[in-house]
């Protein structure tokens, strides 16, 4: 049974820093693509980072910079370094997983909920002004 539990979100004033982690059991973590969404309240999700198949990675634009992905595998968890947080970055975050054999890190960061094979619950990261 695939499950994903975030961790690590809270409060924080702009310009400050928190580190969002997912942790992963059910399956072969190292093998497959995995990536981290976020949900404003009232709009829909959006691809924030991810990984691909192939180990690359990919962000959004509105998160370049400042916001880094990763993973230990042999914790069978995943990462995401947020900095410079901005008011805008208020949202639900999720991990996500797909048990597809090849799929690429822009491909994860462009789907939706029904591209995904797994999700966790969410986080929520509130970010003051």
């Known amino acids: 049974q695939v499950q994903l539990v975030e961790s690590g979100g809270g409060s924080v004033q702009a310009g400050g820093s928190l580190r969002l982690s997912c942790a992963a059991s059910g399956y072969n973590f190292s093998r497959y693509s995995m990536g981290w969404f976020r949900q404003p309240s009232g709009k829909e999700r959006e691809g924030v980072a991810a990984?691909?198949?192939?180990?690359?990675?990919s962000y959004a634009d509105s998160v370049k910079g400042r916001f880094t992905i990763s993973k230990d595998n042999a914790k069978n968890t995943l990462y995401l370094e947020m900095n410079s947080l901005k008011p805008e970055d208020t949202a639900m975050y999720y991990c996500?997983?797909?048990?597809?054999?090849?799929?690429?890190?822009?491909?994860?960061?462009?789907?939706?909920?029904?591209?995904?094979?797994?999700w966790g619950k969410g986080i929520l990261v509130f970010v003051s002004s």
């Open positions: 990984f691909g198949t192939d180990g690359s990675t």
């Open positions: 996500a997983a797909d048990l597809a054999l090849d799929m690429s890190a822009n491909k994860v960061l462009r789907a939706n909920y029904f591209g995904m094979d797994y």
